[in-house]
């Protein structure tokens, strides 16, 4: 049973439009989540992260809202560019344990 | 500062061959994580080794193994190796492990035929 779900396996955008990506978990135990991406051939770069205690993290065009009551999480990307396109990452974990991810979505930023 | 350093980028083997991995954490890392990615799993864990111990282990079975040097440098071992061992296998460092911020390799390709 997957702890931490990315049910879009892909998403297509408009450059300059918003990319919104989404994550639920699972496990009310996690605190803290991340957001990685990857390009192909590369390994993932760490993204933006929040922890449980706030809902909103806001880091340039990278915005992670949290809403713990309903387990869901999503990165805002404003606005999008082609250089965005990749595979988004959601992780989960709390401490002393090790990360969980979501199984990915890839972005593709049309120009 | 270097990153952490994966070989080889690629490998192919044939089934029930072995093989083993290697990772360079960044210098002063002392926790090393193996993860393997196939298309649709996104990225599951293996073990993580801190200071030469494993100290977590993920749901694989026994054939995946590791071990860690004093220098901090990993190695994964994955015996009789089966044509779904085909993926990308990451690794990544940090100074404790259990917080955000791991440095990713760009990992090793591994295609069994």
């Known amino acids: 049973d997957q702890q931490v779900k990315q049910n879009s396996p892909s998403l297509s955008v408009q450059e300059g439009r918003i990319s919104i990506l989404n994550c639920d978990y699972t496990?009310?135990?996690?605190?803290?989540f991340l957001w990685y991406k990857k390009y192909p051939a590369e390994g993932p770069t760490f993204l933006i992260s929040?922890?449980?205690?706030?809902d909103k993290n806001e880091d340039g065009r990278f915005t992670v809202f949290l809403n713990k009551s309903a387990k869901h999480l999503s990165l805002h990307i404003v606005p999008s560019q082609p250089g965005d396109s990749a595979v988004y990452f959601c992780?989960?974990?709390?401490?002393?344990?090790?990360?969980?991810f979501g199984p990915g979505t890839r972005l593709s930023v049309l120009p | 500062k270097a990153g952490v350093t994966q070989t080889p980028r690629y490998l192919i083997k044939t089934r029930g061959q072995q093989v083993t991995l290697s990772c360079s954490p960044i210098?002063?890392?002392?926790?090393v994580s193996w993860y393997q990615q196939t298309p649709g799993q996104g990225l599951q864990f293996l073990f993580e080794?801190?200071?030469?111990?494993?100290?977590n282990k993920g749901n694989f079975p026994g054939r995946f193994s590791g071990r860690q040097f004093s220098n901090s440098r990993s190695e994964m071992n994955v015996s009789t190796l089966e044509l779904g061992d085909s993926a990308l296998y990451l690794c990544a460092s940090s100074f404790t492990g259990g917080d955000y911020g791991y440095t990713f390799g760009s990992g090793t390709r591994l295609t069994v035929v």
């Open positions: 496990n009310s135990m996690f605190d803290y």
């Open positions: 210098s002063g890392h002392r926790s």
């Open positions: 992780a989960a974990f709390n401490y002393g344990q090790n990360f969980v």
């Open positions: 929040i922890s449980s205690i706030k």
């Open positions: 080794y801190f200071s030469e111990t494993q100290r």
